[in-house]
T-cell receptor, first 113, second 112 residues
Framework: DQQVKQNSPSLSVQEGRISILNCDYT??????FLWYKKYPAEGPTFLIS?????DKNEDGRFTVFLNKSAKHLSLHIVPSQPGDSAVYFC????????????FGAGTQVVVTP | NAGVTQTPKFQVLKTGQSMTLQCAQD?????MSWYRQDPGMGLRLIHY???????DQGEVPNGYNVSRSTTEDFPLRLLSAAPSQTSVYFC???????????FGPGTRLLVL
């Protein structure tokens, strides 16, 4: 029972344009959400996070939006750069089990020149 | 700091063999965890530890054992490998369960 879903396995975007990655969740007990980025043959690295008390969080070119009523979050990358080509994982956790992250299946982003 | 290190990088096992995947961190992190990554499944939590001597099960613990005798090390043991355990295994650590987790580079395991 996958509680965090990334329905787009891949995304291709031109350099300089916006990348929008989507993530849906089913568990209303989730109160903290994270995005990780993963290059081949490396472990995931933390990118950005958002608490359920917020609806937006920005860090440089990366912005995460949270819509609690729709149980949906998105990651915007503006502008996209070739180094952004990677797999992006959405993850969520509950307040009563903070160490237990639930991950989505990931979205492969390819940024073309 | 070396961060989170994992050995080996790659391993081939035959069904029924046992092995230990090593994980070490030099950041004095209390919280450590093991995940497996399978195609189309994302990462799933196997076991975790909130400190030396304390471990607990995650989402998919069957077939795996862990122990935490020191803060630095958190080995994952496969007692009798099965083809269903073919996967990429990631170890992660953080100062506490509330903090962002740092992941190791992974161990790719193939069970024949």
């Amino acid at each position: 029972d996958q509680q965090v879903k990334q329905n787009s396995p891949s995304l291709s975007v031109q350099e300089g344009r916006i990348s929008i990655l989507n993530c849906d969740y089913t568990n209303s007990m989730f109160d903290y959400f994270l995005w990780y980025k993963k290059y081949p043959a490396e472990g995931p690295t933390f990118l950005i996070s958002i608490s359920s008390i917020k609806d937006k969080n920005e860090d440089g070119r990366f912005t995460v939006f949270l819509n609690k009523s729709a149980k949906h979050l998105s990651l915007h990358i503006v502008p996209s750069q070739p180094g952004d080509s990677a797999v992006y994982f959405c993850a969520a956790r509950r307040a009563d089990s903070w160490g237990k992250l639930q991950f989505g299946a990931g979205t492969q982003v390819v940024v073309t020149p | 700091n070396a961060g989170v290190t994992q050995t080996p990088k790659f391993q081939v096992l035959k069904t029924g063999q046992s092995m230990t995947l090593q994980c070490a961190q030099d950041m004095n992190h209390e919280y450590m965890s093991w995940y497996r990554q399978d195609p189309g499944m994302g990462l799933r939590l196997i076991h975790y530890s909130v400190g030396a001597g304390i471990t607990d099960q995650g989402e998919v613990p069957n077939g795996y054992n862990v122990s935490r005798s020191t803060t630095e090390d958190f080995p994952l043991r496969l007692l009798s490998a099965a083809p269903s355990q073919t996967s990429v295994y990631f170890c992660a650590s953080s100062y506490s369960s509330e903090q962002t987790q740092y992941f190791g580079p992974g161990t790719r395991l193939l069970v024949l």
